[in-house]
């Protein structure tokens, strides 16, 4: 899954429905839903920070209450937020892999390892 694709999943969850539809909130109704994801967020990785702590790891029964649980919980609501900002981060996480190359002295690109990846994978 590309994060283009899970950008449309997650904004179809939020809206709940398939549907191509207007967003027709106001603008105190975005800023109130916006406030409502961070809060979320910042719930998810207190949750996170707990299951690191007791080191609570997916064994194949129950992902309840796991790392890799909080782990997606985290990534849903920063996809969430993002969309709220109609931030396409599969071109912003280019933009900012270019920064982080030159300033860590980095060298490879991005694209250079993912090209790597579909090699090996």
Not at 31 to 60: H, S
Not at 81 to 93: G, H, Q, R, S, T
Not at 96 to 117: G, I, P, T, V
Request: aromatic share 10%.
């Amino acid at each position: 899954m590309t994060l283009k694709e899970a950008q449309y999943l997650i904004k179809h969850i939020e809206l709940g429905t398939l549907e191509e539809k207007e967003d027709t909130r106001t603008a105190i109704e975005k800023k109130d839903n916006i406030q409502r994801l961070v809060l979320k967020l910042i719930e998810e990785f207190g949750e996170l920070a707990e299951n690191i702590r007791k080191n609570a790891r997916y064994t194949g029964e129950s992902i309840k209450g796991t790392i890799e649980e909080e782990a997606f919980d985290i990534f849903y609501y920063i996809i969430a937020i993002a969309n709220e900002y109609d931030i396409e981060l599969e071109k912003v996480f280019l933009m900012k892999d270019k920064l982080n190359q030159e300033k860590y002295k980095r060298e490879f690109s991005l694209e250079e390892a993912r090209e790597m990846y579909k090699k090996v994978k």
